[in-house]
């Protein structure tokens, strides 16, 4: 049997001409989807699925989120901090043992466990275990934490309604100082703080009270810096 010629498209749309159709199109624009294109082409969406998979190999992924995108110079000026890094390291081996750093983050009252968090061994015949939904709290606190290679060296909460400014921070950072000619003696005279560029840590106060010779800058992102104290 055979069949008669008949208006309409064919049996199947997924040809050479319709392949080829749809790499163009998808290379024009890489964010279209399966019913842009379809509208666009005439073609069913499974056909360009099948295309768009079987055919192209191409699969629809989301973009990758990064910190910051980085020009060219900024780049090269990341390198040439670590290269300046590596060899103030090959000299002075225990350099970093001298390095306090610190920063604020806001500390939730509690957590709520995954469902893969939850998972338990059971037998074939013992009930499943249930977990209720839980939201994320709605208490939280922000926490002020300093620490070295070897630990913690100082930590505080902010006081309910107080907002970290240059006044508070410098508090903070005289608190600091005290902490670790307590329990870091070894390095008192000697120590550095690295912080990044939040307002709070660039303001004019802040530094006045810091050395006002920078010991080392750390070219990254944040062009987060470190001075002796």
């Given at each position: ?10 049996s ?10 749809v ?44 910190p ?16 300046d890094?590596?060899?103030r390291?090959e ?22 466990k995954?469902?893969?968090q ?5 037998t ?6 249930k ?5 994320k ?25 107080q907002?970290?400014n ?7 950072l ?31 106060s ?7 010779k ?16």
């Amino acid at each position: 049997m055979e069949d008669e010629p008949r208006a309409g498209r064919l049996s199947t749309s997924k040809t050479d001409d319709s392949v080829e159709r749809v790499r163009s199109l998808v290379r024009s624009d890489l964010r279209l989807t399966l019913r842009m294109i379809s509208s666009e082409l005439n073609l069913n969406r499974f056909t360009v699925h099948q295309i768009l998979r079987q055919d192209l190999g191409m699969r629809n992924v989301c973009a990758k989120m990064v910190p910051k995108k980085l020009t060219t110079e900024q780049k090269a000026n990341q390198r040439d901090a670590c290269l300046d890094l590596l060899d103030r390291l090959e000299r002075e081996p225990e350099f970093f043992s001298r390095v306090i750093t610190g920063d604020e983050s806001w500390i939730l009252e509690y957590d709520p466990k995954t469902k893969r968090q939850s998972r338990e061994w059971h037998t074939e015949i013992s009930p499943r275990p249930k977990k209720s939904r839980m939201s994320k709290s709605k208490i939280k606190s922000m926490l002020i934490c300093c620490f070295d290679s070897q630990g913690i060296v100082h930590k505080e909460f902010v006081p309910p309604g107080q907002i970290v400014n240059q006044t508070f921070y410098r508090e903070v950072l005289e608190r600091l100082k005290k902490m670790v000619a307590r329990v870091r003696p070894g390095i008192a005279p000697t120590w550095m703080l690295h912080h990044d560029n939040a307002p709070c840590h660039t303001e004019a106060s802040i530094n006045e009270f810091l050395p006002k010779k920078a010991f080392l800058w750390f070219l990254s992102p944040l062009f987060a810096r470190s001075q002796s104290l």
